[in-house]
């Protein structure tokens, strides 16, 4: 059978391509955690480079290799996320021999159960996400970097809006004016947080992503549940009010405490934070980013 896939582009058109791949495959990846495993249902996107000598790439191979990895699961699950993308990622240039590069990008929808009280728990929703990138080196050998996130949603009330309102209210509510009353929560505008994680880890090293999920929450003004009785919706509220925060703020303090949450990863690990404040009285919405390494945030993180 005639390979086109393996014949020249037209010469006008010889020109080597980054990517070339899949997008959007979902499949069930079963993953070991300490006390039990995990299935997720994941949404894979993987691909490889394409030299300028070849009119495309091999694209079965790409389904046929994440379905064995996949499958493959369901017996001896993997120890991670990004570890099966990093499989994945080796994998695909074994399989692509003109390729130089891979890559696999993952998202995973997660569930931890939780609940404001116990009796109230529920499976809470969480999303992971996990990069793997593969290089073909001198020799052909193959050097891959994986990464590992999470996001989480929560809420914020807003420091600024909180002061301008005792302000305004003030005037009408003369008694407010009394030091006893100075740390008393003011009414506030508040958002829906979303904060996203992502660690850049070298080979061999990995971590736990419950704990990036703990550290995210606790740097948002309060954590936000599926069940929540009448008393339970007060104590939430209560709790965002005592701990006013920009969007800004959420980004410094998950920042700040990563050096002392994680001091078993090395400096060499790379830190992506993204956080995203969905407004309640603006039409637009709020976000920040920083990136650094975690070796930089135990120098002070100035840079």
Known sequence: MKDVHAMPPARAARIGLHSVGLSGV??????????RTVALSVQFDLAVDLPSDRKGSDLSRNSELLAEIVDRTAQLPAV???AA???????LLARHPTAQRSTVHAQAEYFLRKGLAPERASL??????????????????VAVTASVGAEAIGMTACPCAMETCRELLLQEFPLLADPRLESLPM?????????RLLF??????TTEVDRMLAAIELAQSAETFDILKRGDEAAVVVRAHRNP?????????L??????RFPELPDSVGIRVQTVSEESIHKYNVVAAHQTTLGELRLGGTA
């Open 124 to 141: 809470e929703a969480y999303t992971l996400f996990a990069e793997a990138c593969g290089t073909r080196g001198p020799g052909g050998s």
């Open 26 to 35: 979902r499949k069930p990846l079963h993953v070991h955690r300490t006390d």
């Open 245 to 253: 925060k920009f969007v800004e703020d959420v980004l410094r303090t």
């Open 85 to 91: 993308c990093a499989a994945i990622a080796r994998e």
């Open 255 to 260: 920042l700040a405490s990563l050096p002392e």
């Open 80 to 82: 991670s996320l990004e």
């Open 200 to 205: 850049e880890m070298p080979e061999g090293c």
């Open 187 to 195: 009414i506030t505008h508040n958002q829906r947080n979303r904060t």
